[in-house]
């Protein structure tokens, strides 16, 4: 069934292009990623344009909350999306403690 919003998501006003931005793709992946795993994305960590013309997108997701946060348990997952701007594939990349210091 096609979304009646999709035009909308799409950012074409007249509904007639099919290309979507990055601030598009990364907004996309904040409505529908959350849907698939049951929990919401916390930050966008990095968006950039594959070879092929899709969208990877990398997102910081919460798996464990715990108290103090700075022990949350999060997972950076890479979610691609097509020209269209629909879903083709996700994964977890790591998972990591809030506090843990990133190894770039």
């Keep these: ?4 919003g999709a035009s909308k998501r799409n950012g074409s006003k007249n509904g007639t292009s099919s290309k979507i931005s990055a601030r598009e793709g990364a907004a996309r992946v904040r409505d529908e990623l959350p849907e698939l795993l049951g929990r919401s994305v916390e930050s966008v960590l990095g968006i950039q344009r ?3 013309g899709e969208w990877a997108v990398t997102v910081a997701v919460v798996e464990l909350a715990r108290i103090p946060r700075s022990t949350d348990v999060l997972g950076a997952y890479r979610v691609t999306l097509d020209a269209n701007g629909d879903m ?3 994964g977890r990349q790591r998972r990591y403690n809030r506090n843990q210091a990133d190894e770039d």
């Design 50 to 52: 594959t070879e092929d």
């Design 1 to 4: 069934m096609a979304d009646q």
């Design 88 to 90: 083709t594939g996700y």
